[in-house]
């Protein structure tokens, strides 16, 4: 039984830490955690915290519109490939479509960038390196 819930930016730890700052010295906290209009997604397979997903107002010069940015996308180890991540991010959109959002964009790593285009996201720009991280494109998807 999956269930997609509005979780705690505390909540996304666990996950963060594991998938996404596994050997850096990046925090895996972020500025705009608890900012008001933050939403934090929280995929649960058996009441067990699988997927999570955090989506941050913020503008990227260039788009237009309302815009959130998609951080600590990530699905635990062990969790990875069965259908959580797709599902969380196709609710976060309509979710955030009821909101009236224009936009999501990202900062998709390259390993996942099959994973975003099969969404329907497209990349933009120049190929660029987040430090400790690896190399990343700006990728987005219109809402409307
Ligand atoms: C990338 C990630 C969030 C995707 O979540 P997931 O739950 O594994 O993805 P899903 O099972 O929902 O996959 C949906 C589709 O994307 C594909 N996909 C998922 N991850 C992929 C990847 N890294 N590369 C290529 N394709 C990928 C799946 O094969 C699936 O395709 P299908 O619809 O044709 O069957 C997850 O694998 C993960 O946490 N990876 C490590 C951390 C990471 O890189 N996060 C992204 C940071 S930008």
């Not at 830490?17 to 850096?24: A, F, P, Y």
């Not at 815009?67 to 699905?75: D, E, K, N, P």
């Not at 976060?92 to 009236?100: N, P, V």
Request: glycine share 10%; proline share 1%.
């Amino acid at each position: 039984m999956i269930r997609i819930a509005e979780i705690k930016a505390e909540e996304t730890y666990p996950i963060r830490k594991s998938v996404l700052r596994d050997g850096m010295t990046l925090s895996h906290e972020m500025n705009a955690d608890h900012d008001a209009d933050t939403l934090h997604l929280g995929l649960f397979d058996k009441d067990q915290l699988v997927c999570v997903g955090s989506f941050m107002k913020a503008s990227n010069a260039g788009f237009k519109g309302l815009q959130f940015q998609l951080r600590g996308m990530g699905s635990s180890i062990g969790s990875q490939g069965k259908g959580y991540g797709k599902a969380l991010l196709t609710n976060a959109e309509q979710i955030l479509k009821d909101r009236g959002v224009d936009l999501i964009w990202c900062n998709a790593r390259v390993v996942a960038l099959d994973f975003y285009s099969k969404l329907g996201y497209t990349s933009i720009g120049n190929l660029f390196e987040v430090d400790q991280v690896g190399p990343h494109f700006v990728m987005f998807k219109n809402l409307k």
